[in-house]
């Protein structure tokens, strides 16, 4: 992973070595952030971004649940992505647009008028399980639940979120997994530290809804869409944990895994241990929207002026 030369911070372009913080951040001491992650893709036609105007509108409902005053319109951060991918003249790269409380007084609230800081990151990250992209990911269910949904509203991508990510894929790295699939508070699954889950049973997609805890991913909801086009049923439906052991296809979704499968669960091989047919094919479509195989009927990609 490497950065760029240029971060977007409160209006303007700046080094990346410039854009600093207070050690009196609010967002430090409590947790008050709440960030996307997004993906710009070389396209045939040049760099696009994927579901630009949606991963913004997921910021601004964060951002709206904690009481976060953006300061800025939904056009404005979007243009600014887009400029910042020009500026740094990148063909592809993962994009961190972060909105925190700043310097703002030590109470766990805010002061009136205290600082918000709106910053936009990006960086050249390739797959984030690696190959198991290709191959599967080893994956264990982790003795750690995510909180239920009256205590951490989960359709907020915020950073105190991760704390709970954090506990889960740090049990799983210390077992020699790649990632952990969180049961939610009422016993049922969830999702991984950072991915949604889908399961393939008898040719038909399984995916836990979107009021179980979980967030409601972008990728999530492409899949699913993609699973229509391909004539796929899918439901949303809680799932208990025994589903992962006798499914015939796991694989996980977000901006960052992409569509990623899952080649066992606490070292039980999935289906026949090898990515499945579903997985494949949803895959093909999924990628193909960004080498051009896959027509856009959705408007989801937006190139890069100048890029
Ligand atoms: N769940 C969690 C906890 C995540 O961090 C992510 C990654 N943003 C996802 C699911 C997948 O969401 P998306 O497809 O919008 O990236």
């Not at 952030?33 to 601004?60: C, I, K, M, N, W």
């Not at 799932?239 to 996980?252: G, H, K, N, Q, V």
């Not at 990515?275 to 408007?299: H, I, K, S, Y």
Request: with cysteine; hydrophobic share 40%; aromatic share 10%.
């Amino acid at each position: 992973m490497s950065h760029a030369p240029f971060i977007w911070h409160n209006g303007r372009l700046k080094p990346w070595q410039d854009a600093t913080v207070h050690v009196s951040a609010h967002a430090l001491h409590y947790g008050s952030s709440v960030f996307e992650g997004e993906r710009v893709y070389a396209t045939p036609q040049g760099p696009a971004y994927f579901r630009l105007a949606d991963h913004t509108r997921r910021l601004f409902e964060s951002a709206r649940i904690y009481e976060i005053d953006i300061g800025y319109g939904e056009d404005a951060i979007n243009a600014a992505c887009l400029e910042l991918i020009a500026a740094n003249r990148m063909q592809s790269a993962y994009v961190r647009p972060i909105v925190f409380r700043g310097a703002g007084g030590l109470g766990v609230l805010a002061r009136e008028g205290a600082p918000v800081d709106v910053a936009i990151l990006a960086l050249d990250w390739g797959a984030y399980l690696g190959d198991a992209i290709e191959h599967g990911a080893d994956v264990c269910v982790s003795s750690w639940h995510r909180p239920a949904p009256n205590t951490f509203p989960s359709w907020a991508k915020a950073g105190g979120n991760y704390l709970s990510s954090q506990l889960i894929g740090l049990e799983a790295r210390r077992g020699g997994y790649a990632e952990g699939i969180a049961l939610g508070s009422n016993g049922l699954l969830s999702e991984g530290a950072g991915e949604n889950l889908f399961l393939v049973r008898r040719g038909v997609l399984y995916t836990p809804p979107s009021s179980a805890g979980i967030l409601a991913g972008i990728t999530r909801d492409t899949v699913m869409t993609l699973a229509h086009d391909l004539g796929l049923a899918v439901e949303e439906r809680d799932l208990p944990r025994e589903a992962l052991y006798t499914s015939d296809e796991i694989f996980m979704t977000g901006t960052a895994a992409e569509i990623t499968p899952v080649r066992s669960v606490d070292r039980k091989p999935v289906g026949g241990g090898t990515p499945g047919p579903v997985t494949r094919a949803l895959q093909q479509a999924f990628f193909g929207l960004f080498d051009g195989r896959t027509p856009d009927r959705r408007g989801w990609l937006t190139p890069v002026p100048g890029g």
